[in-house]
């Protein structure tokens, strides 16, 4: 069973910073896509941004880009998203997912396994 442990949420002020941390306990990530999805209240889940296995290939939300930067480090079984610039607009919870694809450059906007979400608040 895929576990995911995500960290690094909190609150923080319109036009501020957090990085947000996911780590695959005991699995070579490097077998899989890794990303990020978030659910703010009363709306459904959106993608917001993913890495290829490879790390040499984003996808980000029109909503998110140029604000949010995705990496990751294979060697610590790691994700990561900076988030800078931030908006009241993305309070969420945010979840990280990971998705097996054929090859290490493939990009996927959905993941058939997410961890249990940090919340991420941006004050007014």
């Known amino acids: 069973q895929v576990q995911l442990v995500e960290s690094g949420g909190g609150l923080v002020q319109a036009g501020g910073s957090l990085r947000l941390s996911c780590v695959l306990p005991?699995?070579?990530?490097?077998?899989?896509?890794m990303g990020w999805i978030r659910q703010s209240p009363g709306k459904e889940r959106e993608f917001v941004a993913v890495?290829?296995?490879?790390?040499?290939?984003?996808d980000y939300a029109d909503s998110v880009k140029g604000r949010l930067t995705i990496s990751r480090d294979n060697a610590k079984n790691s994700v990561y998203l900076q988030m800078n610039s931030l908006k009241p607009d993305d309070t969420a919870v945010y979840y990280c997912?990971?998705?097996?694809?054929?090859?290490?450059?493939?990009?996927?906007?959905?993941?058939?396994?997410w961890g249990q979400g940090t919340q991420v608040t941006v004050a007014s």
């Open positions: 997912g990971v998705a097996p694809t054929m090859y290490s450059d493939d990009v996927v906007r959905e993941f058939p396994v």
């Open positions: 005991g699995r070579a990530a490097s077998s899989y896509a």
């Open positions: 890495i290829s296995r490879s790390g040499l290939v984003t």
